[in-house]
């Protein structure tokens, strides 16, 4: 094992402002040897920190090398260095900068979590470790309870439970009062041990006293002012003043083998008198070996924290919950409801047929007649699958205005305007309406051309009158005699309200229009029966009527659900985006509050990545959360509405999974920033200047 832990030389740090170079160290030379309790004074703002924050491979020098136990650190990658002080460096900041929302004993353990060790071996070494500072009985306090001394214990038992070689304590005592100082140095004396090197920046000369070595930085430069009665008695005198010292670097070879020997006889008594307290040192044996976990340890805080924060986090993942939610429920709900609108198009329209006239030249009304009574109308009720047939015919080309008494004023409650149709009795049945009250009118009807009507429900509800046997409607002076109210069929919607007369009954003046036959079928025969009907209604001239036969009810349905999808999923869209702003907001404000935590785990010596990788796993944890409640609030509501309206609930399994997907990429999406901000956080200024 090599004596000399740091050999630094040559380290120069200049910050330049733009304005001014400001030269904190000056070419500094330091050799620090295992088994040495280093104490850095000097005057505030000459440089103690950065130079903790150089050798701590917090922050690179301007200039110069390190050698940090026999290696060569000065030109290392930052992942290098990351681990590197995980291994090798412990800090104790003068504020503790414990993490807030852990228990001290997982304060201590985060090192090792980091080191990859397993969740037993932490807990015992953890456990070990505030045992041997005197915490083991408050070990499951959060750091909120604990004393300012106890704090500082926790930490230190934080910097020392990998077992570092170098123990970097910047003010340790600084907040603490005499005694609890006073229990801090001898920890630290203790630990020091023979394995380890501790430099302690303080400005206390007491603190400085209790140090084998006082190294002073002034104007850039640090000078050895005092070697401890120690190290004199074990002659090392006058030589470590100079030699072990500062710009004694010349003679390197001479002065660290001279040291060597020194060192031994120096830390003999410190040893001696510590190691039966020291236990055994895990951690440090299993460096090197064990394969750093970074990723799965980001994961894993990543998670703790978030379950930390459970309430404040369902609060931000709010946008994301009612974004899911949204876009299952009206995706789920525009299925459902099209699933009720396509039942009822299906039971109406695809068992419906219509046969139009394709000549201009409409049939007159005796033709029309005439048609009705033919073989042709007859023959219909042969093809497979007609359930019902009737003949239609316009009475007149357009609306006509229907009222309840010979009126001829435009201005007066009791006038509705309605198509005025002359159909075969069949037409009811035909269209699939049922006589709700009175009766229809049948073949003596037609043959008498009696002015009688069955009118449609809406047509009487609009007038504002009840029916009676014997009400009169008048259309122009016309008056006409209704027979019975017919129901409405919600598929014929441009026949809704519409007055049927017996075929062959016309009005004077009108010519009528195109007649049309109208056939019913059983359900899946209307495109077999509308290819054959146009031939058998006319056998002589097949060409004279078109069926047009209902749509498909699947493109119907998928009509349907189309352009209510699109405007659903545009509303859903809206609410995710807001959702994500919600989650990138609070996770801006997060990093930016959780300066510290980030600042100490880059110190403990997780790699920048990692803290990329937590807090990105963090958003998207969240969102996680977000996003299930989403889905557990749509699924009920769709069970509660379809409950409610009798309907038969359809969810698409895509759908679901399409809303899971969303949130969790809003998650991915809306933390990636934030977590990108978070891994460049510099140590140095958030847990030095704070
Ligand atoms: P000490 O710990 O001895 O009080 P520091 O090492 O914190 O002093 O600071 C030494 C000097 O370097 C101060 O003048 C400080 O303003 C300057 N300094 C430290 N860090 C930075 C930095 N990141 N950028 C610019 N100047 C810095
Ligand atoms: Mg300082």
New binding site residues.
């Given amino acids: 094992m090599p004596q000399v832990c740091i050999d630094a030389r040559g380290l120069t740090?200049v910050?330049d402002?733009g304005h001014r170079r400001?030269v904190?160290l000056d070419h500094v030379d330091l050799r620090l040897d295992f088994g040495e309790m280093v104490a850095v004074v000097?005057?505030?703002?000459?440089?103690?920190?950065?130079?903790?924050?150089i050798l701590g491979l917090l922050?690179p020098p301007s200039e110069g090398t390190c050698i940090l136990d026999g290696v060569d650190v000065t030109a290392m990658d930052p992942g290098d260095r990351a681990r590197t002080r995980l291994e090798k460096i412990g800090f104790v900041f003068q504020s503790f900068h414990l993490i807030d929302h852990k228990t001290a004993l997982a304060n201590v353990e985060l090192p090792l979590k980091y080191l990859g060790l397993g969740k037993q071996e932490c807990k015992d070494a953890a456990h070990r470790m505030l045992d041997e500072l005197g915490m083991g009985h408050r070990s499951d306090a959060r750091p909120s309870v604990l004393s300012g001394g106890e704090k500082q214990r926790v930490a230190i038992a934080r910097a020392l439970v990998s077992r570092p070689k170098v123990l970097l304590c910047?003010e340790p005592t600084g907040s603490l009062d005499s005694r609890r100082s006073t229990e801090v140095l001898e920890i630290l004396r203790e630990q020091t041990g023979c394995h380890q090197t501790t430099v302690i920046?303080t400005h206390d000369p007491w603190v400085a006293e209790q140090c084998d070595r006082v190294l002073t930085?002034a104007d850039g430069r640090l000078v050895e002012t005092r070697a401890t009665d120690v190290v004199m008695v074990d002659g090392r005198g006058t030589e470590a003043g100079v030699g072990t010292g500062i710009e004694a670097g010349v003679d390197g070879d001479e002065a660290a083998t001279g040291a060597a020997t020194e060192t031994i006889s120096v830390s003999g008594p410190n040893a001696t008198s510590t190691s039966p307290t020291r236990t055994p040192v895990p951690a440090r044996e299993l460096n090197g070996r064990k394969r750093e976990k970074w990723f799965r340890t980001s994961l894993v805080e990543a998670a703790d924290a978030v379950s930390c924060r459970l309430r404040r986090n369902i609060l931000t993942t709010l946008g994301v919950v009612l974004g899911v939610a949204t876009l299952i429920l009206t995706s789920g709900l525009s299925t459902t409801i099209a699933g009720q609108i396509s039942d009822a198009f299906d039971v109406f329209r695809a068992q419906r047929v219509v046969l139009t006239q394709t000549n201009r030249d409409a049939l007159t009304a005796d033709q029309a007649v005439e048609l009705a009574a033919g073989p042709g109308f007859a023959a219909l009720d042969r093809l497979n699958g007609v359930t019902a047939k009737a003949v239609v015919r316009p009475v007149t080309s357009g609306v006509e205005t229907v009222t309840t008494v010979p009126e001829q004023r435009q201005q007066f409650d009791g006038r509705v305007q309605g198509p005025l149709l002359s159909a075969t009795p069949g037409i009811f049945e035909a269209q699939r309406q049922r006589i709700e009250e009175g009766r229809g009118f049948d073949e003596g009807h037609m043959a008498r051309r009696d002015r009688v009507a069955v009118i449609g429900r809406a047509l009487l509800n609009s007038l504002g009158v009840t029916w009676t046997p014997g009400l009169t409607l008048y259309v122009g002076t016309v008056p006409i005699t209704v027979m019975g109210v017919a129901s409405e069929n919600p598929s014929l919607s441009d026949k809704h309200g519409a007055v049927y007369l017996p075929l062959g009954v016309g009005l004077e003046g009108h010519d009528g229009g195109p007649t049309s036959v109208v056939l019913a079928t059983t359900p899946g025969a209307a495109s077999q029966v509308g290819r054959e009907a146009p031939t058998a209604l006319m056998p002589d001239k097949p060409g004279a009527f078109a069926a047009s036969v209902p749509p498909e009810p699947e493109s119907l349905r998928r009509v349907v659900d189309q352009q209510q999808r699109y405007l659903l999923l545009g509303v859903s869209g809206v609410t995710l985006l807001l959702g994500a702003i919600g989650i990138m907001n609070t996770f801006l404000v997060a990093v930016l509050e959780r300066r510290k935590e980030v600042g100490v785990r880059l110190a403990l010596g997780a790699r920048p990545l990692g803290i990329v990788t937590q807090f990105s796993a963090e958003a998207v944890l969240t969102s996680a959360m977000g996003t299930g409640l989403g889905i557990a609030l749509a699924l009920d509501a769709l069970a509660t509405i379809s409950l409610v309206n009798h309907w038969q609930p359809v969810l698409r399994m895509d759908t679901v999974l399409c809303g899971a997907i969303a949130g969790l990429a809003v998650g991915l999406l809306a933390g990636s920033y934030p977590a990108w901000r978070a891994g460049r956080t510099?140590p140095?200024?958030t847990l030095?200047?704070a």
Avoid: R
Wanted: aromatic share 4%; net charge negative.
């Fill in positions: 740090q910050f402002d400001n904190v000097g005057p505030s703002g000459s440089g103690k920190s950065t130079l903790l924050n922050s910047d920046v930085l510099d140095v200024e030095m200047h």
